[in-house]
């Protein structure tokens, strides 16, 4: 079974660009996941979405937002880009389906490593 | 806000000695989940924890859950090099639907 496929694994972008980034999660499952992980700040979580709905959301500004399509793939957006978005922002899809506290194992993918100049 | 701290940041050990990471959270946990992230890799889930007091082993890595559900430990038992990366805790806080990870421990093993 293929595992979570991010693309593009890497890119470069200068400030005020705007950026879209694309997850295919493992078949069959429905809950994406979107983190930011720097050095400073850690994995810290974006969002998650499922059946083409955001569920949850971290906390970060308006810029960054996301969507999920109906075979489950997913994207996110960030407008206006800052030096301080460049980051690797991993994906992760998951089993879950019901709310309720998080549990069960997060599957990532290998990551898109984006660069603003 | 919900925070999960994780100790030590770094930790850099001689191959064959051992090796233990700790994480705290603010608010009880229902569950508790450890990933490893190789350089240069991602993270890979290693363990889930649910139950109070639960103590877990995989090989030379054992896992436990505090007592009150707002701590835990991964160990690791006579390290090797390829045990080298950062290991994440992560867990619900206070019942939320996020997994919220710690910051990680970064392992270094000298060979």
């Known amino acids: 079974k293929a595992g979570v496929t991010q693309t593009p694994r890497y890119l470069i972008k200068t400030r005020g660009q705007q950026v879209t980034l694309s997850c295919s999660p493992i078949?069959?499952?429905?809950?994406v996941s979107w983190y930011q992980q720097t050095p400073g700040q850690g994995l810290q979580f974006l969002f998650e979405?499922?059946?083409?709905?955001?569920?949850n959301k971290g906390n970060f500004p308006g810029r960054f937002s996301g969507r999920q399509f109906s075979n489950s793939r997913s994207e996110m957006n960030v407008s206006t880009l800052e030096l301080g978005d460049s980051a690797l922002y991993l994906c992760?899809?998951?089993?879950?389906?019901?709310?309720?506290?998080?549990?069960?194992?997060?599957?990532f993918g290998e990551g898109s490593r984006l660069t603003v100049l | 806000g919900q925070q999960v701290m994780q100790i030590p940041q770094y930790q850099h050990v001689q191959e064959g000695e051992d090796f233990t990471t700790y994480c705290n959270s603010s608010?009880?946990?229902?569950?508790i989940q450890w990933y490893k992230q190789r350089p240069g890799g991602h993270p890979v889930f290693l363990i889930q924890?649910?139950?109070?007091?639960e103590v877990k082993k995989q090989k030379r890595l054992t896992f436990q859950f505090g007592e009150a559900k707002k701590n835990s430990s991964l160990h690791i038992t006579a390290t090797q090099t390829t045990d080298v990366g950062t290991y994440f805790c992560?867990?619900?806080?206070?019942?939320?639907?996020?997994?919220?990870f710690g910051k990680g421990t970064k392992l270094t093993v000298n060979p």
């Open positions: 992760a899809s998951s089993l879950r389906t019901s709310g309720g506290p998080w549990t069960g194992e997060l599957f």
């Open positions: 924890l649910v139950k109070s007091g």
């Open positions: 992560a867990g619900p806080q206070g019942g939320s639907e996020k997994l919220v």
């Open positions: 979405y499922f059946s083409e709905t955001q569920r």
């Open positions: 078949s069959g499952h429905r809950s």
């Open positions: 608010t009880t946990l229902s569950n």
